[in-house]
């Protein structure tokens, strides 16, 4: 098994309240429930891991007790950290602010994770090989001080290394031209509809794909994720000219949507690390969404022996997972 996901983004603490509704200005509000755990690009490092795609983390991570929480939690899921960690400055944290709808509003105070050096992307590169899948998220080219430094990595990245691009809730906060340059190297752009939209004026998730993936470098691909209803997928190694193909989603009874994207992603890329066709791993992401949304906290996403059973045994993406399982 050569390919690894190589994790270019930000690892941080994520403290999540649940209440009832969101305070109005100046106001308050008890949360019935509270707690911390790892988060961030973690959930995709985790969504990846969990299927057998080995993963590193490329991104900073602090010296103090958010940075020790970073790190304890990658090594329970088998992911080292490329770079050493800051001395000067711990890891960041999200408030995430759950209501009693499911929804979601978050505010990130950011630390070391976002923070990447030019020497420390020098250290990433070198890390990177043919075969690897780099996961690079909207979060750094929206932090002031890793923004420059993640656009040039990203679009030096040579040919043989799949890059993947999922702009997250900042996209609009991206610097045009950061994002137009990584654009143009992308492999696969991986967005929900909302993202997906501010990104090209178009609403609907299938339209939205096809829009997107005509923009992209020949062979690039798109996965617009529509949450229940499934994804979109436009682009990558089929023909587009029939249009973006609907993948349909798996129905569940909603618990928290929080991470589900990131574990759509983090399945999507080791399934396409694992060798299936594009088409084939965003049904399989599908899945795992689907399972991470059952379950509350944000790195929730299914391990093999979890998905296999939802898949079927005849499924050519259980037989992939067994083979994997075997490899590790």
Same mark, same amino acid.
């Given at each position: ?118 020497? +420390?992307?020098?250290?990433? @590169?070198?890390?990177? &090989?043919?075969?690897? /899948? %780099?996961?690079?998220? $909207?979060? #750094?080219? !929206? ?97 587009? +000219?029939?249009?973006?193909? @609907?993948?349909?989603? &798996?129905?569940?009874? /909603? %618990?928290?949507?929080? $991470?589900? #994207?990131? !574990? ?65």
């Amino acid at each position: 098994m050569s390919a690894r996901l190589v994790l270019a983004g930000s690892v941080l603490v994520d403290m999540v309240l649940r209440v009832p509704r969101l305070p109005e200005r100046g106001g308050d509000v008890l949360a019935s429930d509270a707690g911390h755990r790892v988060g961030g690009g973690f959930n995709v490092l985790a969504a990846a891991r969990r299927l057998g795609l080995p993963a590193v983390y490329g991104g900073g991570h602090g010296t103090g007790p958010f940075g020790d929480l970073v790190r304890g939690a990658l090594d329970a899921e088998g992911v080292r950290p490329v770079l050493p960690a800051h001395t000067e400055r711990d890891t960041g944290y999200c408030v995430a602010l759950v209501d009693s709808g499911g929804e979601r509003t978050f505010v990130t105070a950011s630390g070391a994770e976002a923070a990447l050096t030019s020497a +420390e992307a020098v250290r990433l @590169a070198a890390c990177v &090989r043919a075969g690897d /899948l %780099v996961q690079l998220s $909207g979060y #750094g080219l !929206a932090y002031p001080q890793s923004a420059p430094v993640l656009t040039e990595f990203a679009a030096s990245l040579p040919e043989g290394v799949v890059l993947c691009l999922d702009p997250g809730p900042l996209v609009a906060e991206i610097e045009p031209v950061r994002l137009e340059r990584v654009l143009a190297r992308v492999d696969w752009l991986s967005c929900n509809q909302r993202e997906a939209e501010l990104l090209c004026g178009v609403a609907e998730g299938g339209p939205a794909a096809e829009e997107l993936a005509r923009g992209l470098r020949p062979g690039a691909g798109v996965l617009v994720r529509g949450d229940a209803d499934g994804c979109w997928l436009a682009g990558g190694s089929r023909r587009t +000219e029939g249009g973006a193909v @609907a993948v349909p989603g &798996r129905p569940v009874e /909603l %618990v928290d949507s929080n $991470g589900a #994207g990131d !574990a759509h992603v983090g399945a999507f890329l080791a399934f396409l690390g694992l060798g299936a066709a594009p088409l084939d791993a965003a049904r399989g992401a599908n899945v795992a969404a689907s399972v991470a949304v059952t379950r509350r906290g944000p790195a929730t996403g299914p391990t093999a022996a979890e998905l296999v059973p939802l898949l079927g045994p005849e499924d050519p993406l259980a037989a992939l997972l067994a083979d994997a399982a075997t490899e590790t």
